[in-house]
């Protein structure tokens, strides 16, 4: 059994790991692993927080033990499934360490990198984000919407959010406070991230393969991120419509102008057209809808906004004693 030294228990760690995690039972036992030999090599106490998003198989049994045997390991359980970026920011608003590193719990993010994450935050950087030169055995279609994604969102959000980076990254205390000082509700947390400013590096690595399980980011739920980045860090969607509608306009005078010379200079000219009227009225239907649906996505956000919800609901709490709590419920 693991015991730390002692008086760790009441001690303040200097740097905390966050992790979520969703139906892990396959990699906790490998993750504890890995990471607690990187933590016994750190040179300075370090807290592992484990957030249960609302996982309905044995993590949070597996949770509980590694709690009961190693006080360094403390954790929240979410009352039902959040999501990632919402069990993320839950993670850090109990932080308690001078630093934080956020990593996913299948391993895909090496825990062995964060000692050059240190390297690099010792020299005066206060955000150092990993970024993936390669993705080892995810599949082409992951792959290529997310090499789509990623750099539209640079070419549309109003901020410089790199490329390629996932929420594995290194935060000085600093700028988790200011995180987690944030009002929003629509949390996705790479783009606030980039928001925020101050000293900011990138750490190239390749991800790995997942250790263990399925992934658990189904389309739908990497859908939502995305369209969550777009629409959070981006108000070029919503202006599409206007675009669309000038051209529309643009094509209709062109055609009236058209149709009437056709009248005056060819009066014998029979104006069938059926087809196209069809055409067009599909398109300029969709466009309506797509519009409309555009103006949703944000109406939407203000309206979870205006609620005022608390962000995630708390079923268990454990070894967070000192801690000054969250900042964001309620
Ligand atoms: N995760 C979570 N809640 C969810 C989905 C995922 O906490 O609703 C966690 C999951 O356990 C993992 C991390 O988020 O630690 C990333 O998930 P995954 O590996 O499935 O996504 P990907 O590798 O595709 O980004
Ligand atoms: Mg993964």
Redesign the pocket.
């Known amino acids: 059994m693991h015991r730390s030294p002692v008086g760790l228990e009441f001690m303040t760690p200097t740097y905390s790991l966050v992790?979520?995690?969703?139906?892990?039972e396959a990699?906790i036992a490998e993750l504890y692993r890995r990471v607690s030999i990187l933590m016994d090599r750190l040179d300075a106490p370090t807290e592992l927080i484990l957030?249960?998003?609302?996982?309905r198989d044995r993590?949070l049994c597996l949770i509980r033990e590694l709690h009961d045997k190693d006080p360094r390991v403390c954790y929240l359980s979410l009352a039902r499934?959040?999501?990632?970026?919402?069990?993320?920011t839950a993670g850090l608003n109990f932080v308690r360490g001078k630093v934080v590193i956020i990593?996913?719990?299948?391993l895909?993010d090496p825990p062995e990198l964060i000692p050059d994450m240190l390297e690099l935050w010792r020299q005066g950087y206060q955000v150092i984000y990993a970024q993936r030169t390669q993705r080892k055995k995810?599949g082409w279609f992951?792959r290529l919407t997310a090499y789509v994604f990623y750099r539209l969102l640079k070419r549309l959000a109003d901020i410089d959010i790199p490329t390629d980076t996932?929420?594995f990254c290194l935060m000085d205390r600093q700028v988790v406070d200011v995180l987690n000082a944030m009002p929003e509700r629509n949390r996705y947390i790479r783009g606030l991230r980039s928001w925020v400013g101050f000293r900011q590096t990138s750490l190239k690595f390749e991800?790995d393969p997942?250790f263990a399980?399925?992934?658990?980011?189904?389309f739908r739920?990497?859908f939502s991120l995305a369209i969550n980045g777009l629409v959070s860090f981006s108000k070029v969607p919503l202006q599409i419509s206007t675009y669309i509608g000038l051209f529309s306009a643009f094509i209709a005078l062109i055609m009236a102008v058209l149709v009437l010379c056709w009248r005056i200079f060819v009066p014998s000219s029979p104006l069938t057209g059926i087809t196209i009227v069809i055409m067009a009225m599909f398109f300029l239907g969709a466009v309506q809808l797509v519009s409309i649906g555009i103006l949703g996505e944000y109406i939407g956000r203000i309206y979870e906004e205006v609620k005022n919800r608390p962000l995630y609901t708390l079923g268990e709490v454990a070894g967070f004693e000192g801690c000054k709590g969250p900042r964001l419920l309620g």
């Open positions: 992790i979520p995690i969703y139906n892990e990699t957030i249960n998003d609302g996982s993590s499934n959040f999501g990632h970026q919402i069990a993320v990593l996913d719990a299948d895909q995810e992951k996932g929420d991800r997942r399980g399925e992934v658990k980011y189904t739920k990497s």
